[in-house]
C-alpha cells in the first residue's frame, strides 16, 4: 500500500533554516508528481509546493516563494522540501503528498501524517 513518511520537522529560529524529507513506497514514485502543503494552527490547508514527476516544473505559494525549495530523488523515492529565512507564520503542520498525474495540478490522492515545524524565538 502507498506510504508517505514524513521526517525532519522540528524548531527552527525565526531567519533559519529545515529541510523536511518524505520517503514513499508502494507505487511507482517516478510516474507522479508530488506536493507538499501545510496546515497552520486553526488554519485551513494550505499547498506549499509542488514537483512534476521528473522534476521539471515545481510550483511554489507566493507565501514561500524565492525561500522554499521543492526537489526529488527517484532512486531514492523521496521528495524534499528546503526551508530557509524561515518566519513564524512558517509554523505549521507538513504535509507531503502523492499526486493522481506525471503533473502536479491533477490533486493528490494519499497523503503522510505529517511533520511538525515550529518557528520561534
Known amino acids: 500500500q502507498v506510504q508517505l513518511v514524513e521526517s525532519g520537522g522540528g524548531l527552527a529560529q525565526p531567519g533559519g533554516s529545515l529541510r523536511l524529507s518524505c520517503a514513499a513506497s508502494?507505487?511507482?514514485?517516478?510516474?507522479?508528481?508530488m506536493s507538499w502543503a501545510r496546515q497552520a494552527p486553526g488554519k485551513g490547508l494550505e499547498w506549499v509546493s509542488g514537483?512534476?514527476?521528473?522534476?521539471?516544473?515545481?510550483y511554489y505559494a507566493d507565501s514561500v516563494k524565492g525561500r522554499f525549495t521543492i526537489s526529488r530523488d527517484n532512486a531514492k523515492n523521496t521528495v524534499y522540501l528546503q526551508m530557509n529565512s524561515l518566519k513564524p507564520e512558517d509554523t505549521a503542520l507538513y504535509y507531503c503528498?502523492?499526486?493522481?498525474?506525471?503533473?502536479?495540478?491533477?490533486?493528490?490522492?494519499?497523503w503522510g501524517k505529517g511533520t511538525l515545524v515550529t518557528v520561534s524565538s
Open positions: 514537483i512534476y514527476s521528473d522534476g521539471s516544473d515545481t
Open positions: 508502494g507505487f511507482t514514485f517516478s510516474s507522479y508528481a
Open positions: 503528498a502523492k499526486g493522481v498525474h506525471l503533473e502536479y495540478y491533477y490533486g493528490m490522492d494519499y
